[in-house]
């Protein structure tokens, strides 16, 4: 069985920046643990990518705080989550989720006849969740699940609301 971990968004901007919380700030050892547990070619990790020009694009005007502005300290992956994620696949994406990651665990997985697929990061009810059901609707057969303990969302309640959903779309959490 080939096993691959998917890391989300683990940046400043949404840990103790300007979109932080506690619950995100208390996943951050966790989620470190987490990576050390998979070799890193089989460890991909995604940065929310935004430009200067964020409060005008459609996501800006319906959540108007700039983040993750690329080049920024709050862009930056978190250190020691950046540390752990030495060697492993790093992907940019400019909105909540992205076909990238699951054409890129397709490669990584080519040939395997077993796939399991564990997405962990920020924040649960907005892009977690986008990439997770992303990755169940491209890749059917594969195993996908969510550890709910690497995960922290906006709020408890979206944060539960999420991981419902993906329960009842056949994602283990």
């Not at 978190?78 to 076909?99: M, N, R, W, Y």
């Not at 490669?107 to 992303?134: P, Q």
């Amino acid at each position: 069985m080939k096993q691959i971990l998917v890391v989300v968004d683990m940046q400043n901007d949404f840990i103790d920046g300007v979109l932080g919380t506690a619950q995100a700030q208390g996943i951050v050892d966790r989620v470190v643990r987490k990576i050390r547990q998979y070799p890193a070619d089989a460890v991909i990790a995604t940065q929310d990518t935004h430009q200067k020009d964020y409060l005008q694009t459609r996501e800006g005007k319906y959540l108007p705080v700039e983040h993750c502005i690329q080049g920024t300290w709050g862009w930056e992956l978190q250190k020691e989550v950046a540390d752990a994620l030495s060697g492993a696949v790093i992907l940019e994406k400019p909105t909540f989720g992205t076909l990238q990651i699951a054409e890129t665990v397709k490669k990584l997985a080519e040939g395997e006849a077993d796939l399991r697929v564990e997405v962990v990061g920020l924040c649960t009810d907005i892009c977690v969740v986008s990439n997770a059901l992303l990755l169940k609707t491209l890749l059917p057969d594969a195993v996908v699940r969510v550890d709910a303990s690497c995960c922290a969302g906006v709020t408890q309640e979206s944060h539960q609301a999420a991981l419902l959903t993906m329960k009842m779309c056949q994602i283990e959490v």
